[in-house]
């Protein structure tokens, strides 16, 4: 009855969280293609950056008008808007321009929410074609109403709290594409940066092209597969300044007491270093994996931290990476009577891209499981 118990209380923390990166794009005239794309993390909204889950399904294909949508802030509310725009038009017999009622719909929702004094933090990015074929993305929140159709450049919104990460990432992007492909690797790059820098987003990478008649998902990776597997080449130059630490979860529990107290044991550690802060890449087992900021380029400091070399199985994504184990972080408690805690091991993200890696196992009992 407990554990039926705590299974109930969990589903429900999962449920209130938020967090996220969204993005929705039209390619240039040329390329017929609109793309959709999400992550997966859901966090805590007292705790920012707790994580809560690792696969929140933060879409919805509204079939009986074909529009594809994503959704921003707290899970309910946002879940609740989706669904009411949704049931709005499956019970409608003859639909025209659903891509341009459906944000309407959602509009009037949430002015309706303000209303009875509900001021709810939500927001979605719709995509679709109208009668005429012309394709349309959406950004409807509570202060937001904006619109994007094709032109001589690829457009669109990013939306969540990893949104001005894809924005500093596709500044530095040539978005007037010479095919879709190409506008669909710029953000899967775009959602893979922000994933990497903002503590709030994560877990996989999702793509979707919304077509004339339906949706399809054509990209769907956990962050570090994304990262190591297929785009290094592209965001390598990002992680100059950044170490991977791994911590062992037998010492290093995933709580948020743990996590205020890793952040603060770096801050300790690497004041004179300008350290600017971590995010948590993979909870996973037996290793949290975090991706560790710095405000300048970290070979003299990782030559420093370093005391040996460890033998220990890491997950397969690291193998070919340089590593050294460092001396306790001192931010977790014993386990046991005599024993510390194991010190994380710091992985140097490498100039150039790793060799092959391989397969990725997929069992809950393999070290490269995606949830603690």
């Known amino acids: 009855m407990a554990d039926a118990y705590s299974e109930k209380i969990s589903q429900e923390l999962k449920e209130e969280g938020c967090g996220t990166t969204n993005v929705a794009f039209i390619?240039?005239?040329?390329?017929?293609?609109?793309?959709?794309?999400?992550?997966?993390?859901?966090?805590?909204?007292?705790?920012?950056g707790f994580i809560l889950g690792e696969e929140s399904h933060k879409y919805l294909h509204m079939k009986s008008c074909n529009v594809f949508t994503t959704r921003a802030g707290k899970v309910n509310n946002s879940?609740?808007?989706?669904?009411?725009?949704?049931?709005?038009?499956?019970?409608?017999?003859?639909?025209?321009?659903?891509?341009?009622?459906?944000?309407?719909?959602?509009?009037?929702?949430?002015?309706?929410?303000?209303s009875i004094g509900n001021r709810i933090k939500v927001s979605t990015l719709m995509g679709g074609w109208d009668v005429h074929e012309v394709p349309y993305v959406y950004e409807v929140s509570r202060d937001e109403f904006k619109r994007e159709s094709k032109s001589s450049i690829s457009k669109g919104f990013a939306s969540g709290s990893g949104g001005p990460h894809v924005w500093k990432y596709l500044n530095h992007c040539n978005l007037k594409v010479q095919s879709s492909n190409e506008l669909l690797q710029h953000l899967i790059r775009a959602l893979l940066y922000a994933a990497l820098f903002d503590e709030c987003s994560g877990g996989y990478v999702r793509v979707f092209q919304v077509t004339k008649t339906d949706a399809m998902k054509i990209y769907d990776r956990p962050i570090l597969q994304a990262l190591f597997d297929d785009h290094y080449d592209a965001l390598a130059?990002?992680?100059?300044?950044?170490l991977f630490f791994l911590f062992d979860t037998n010492d290093y529990k995933y709580t948020h007491d743990i996590n205020a107290k890793v952040n603060k044991g770096f801050e300790r550690q690497f004041i004179k270093k300008k350290y600017k802060g971590n995010v948590v890449i993979k909870r996973g087992t037996p290793y949290i994996v975090r991706l560790?900021?710095?405000?300048?380029?970290?070979?003299?400091?990782?030559?420093?931290?370093?005391?040996?070399?460890?033998?220990?199985?890491?997950?397969?994504?690291?193998?070919?990476?340089?590593?050294?184990?460092?001396?306790?972080?001192?931010?977790?408690?014993?386990?046991?009577?005599n024993r510390p805690p194991k010190p994380p091991l710091v992985q140097k993200p490498p100039s150039s891209p790793p060799a092959e890696l391989g397969a990725i196992g997929a069992t809950t009992e393999d070290i490269l499981s995606t949830s603690a």
């Open 27 to 48: 390619a240039n005239e040329g390329c017929e293609a609109i793309y959709i794309g999400v992550d997966s993390r859901t966090t805590s909204s007292e705790n920012k």
């Open 79 to 114: 879940r609740q808007m989706l669904e009411h725009v949704n049931d709005y038009f499956s019970k409608r017999e003859e639909i025209v321009n659903g891509i341009h009622g459906a944000p309407v719909i959602a509009k009037e929702y949430l002015r309706g929410q303000t």
């Open 237 to 242: 130059k990002y992680l100059s300044n950044s």
């Open 292 to 337: 560790v900021h710095f405000n300048k380029r970290i070979d003299k400091l990782y030559a420093k931290l370093k005391r040996k070399t460890g033998q220990r199985t890491v997950p397969r994504e690291f193998q070919d990476l340089e590593s050294v184990e460092i001396e306790k972080i001192d931010v977790a408690d014993k386990v046991g009577s």
